[in-house]
């Protein structure tokens, strides 16, 4: 499935406007150097719209993008990536990285992955391989996990990556820049899908470890 987006003017939405139909083929001697971008950083830090407004930019310059989420993901939109303050995006929900990969077309010029680090450890590689074909593959997600440990598998998205931007929220405590999410709940499974009831963007001097054992993926 290929989704082509456009944005809206109206709205501030992005939405499967233009089809396939209404942009020529790319020549693969006009594609660019493909590339990987990690957008990364804690809950409530502004990744998403900094994923939308690359996004945003290249829909502008009439590139073919694809926009994909993990399939657990479902907190505000089952089939658009939405951020917190609720700026949304198309999507293809997919269930892991070789699905994602298999619904890659073959003119796509920009692939948008959402929360990344709820996929699978493949989908390293498959960035990877987008990025070898031309694609440029734009990345967004945690970057530590509730007990404030590099969250697999972003450490190795950040190590092949071109390009890494860490963002920060404010600390819901001090209101300094904070670099960790705070976990609300005692819930000790690593893999936890919330928003502002579960989590609370928190800086190092804020943040309190939960003293429970960390869950294999």
Known sequence: MHVTLACSPADGQLSAAVRNSDLPPVPPLLRSSGSVEVITGSMFSGKTEELIRRLKRALFARQRVQAFKPRIDDRYDPTRI?????????????????????????????????????????????????????????????????????FPPMPDLMAIAEEVTKVHAVCTVCCGPASRSQRLSIEASTVLVGGAESYEARCRACFEARDVPRTER
Do not use: K, M
């Open 82 to 150: 939405v951020s917190h303050q609720a700026v949304a995006v198309d999507a293809v929900a997919v269930a892991t990285s070789q699905s994602l990969e298999e619904r890659v077309a073959e003119d796509t010029q920009v692939v948008a992955i959402d929360e990344a680090q709820f996929f699978d450890r493949g989908i390293v590689e498959v960035c990877e391989r987008l990025a070898n074909r031309g694609i440029r593959v734009i990345a967004a997600g945690l970057d530590q996990d509730y007990l404030g440990r590099p």
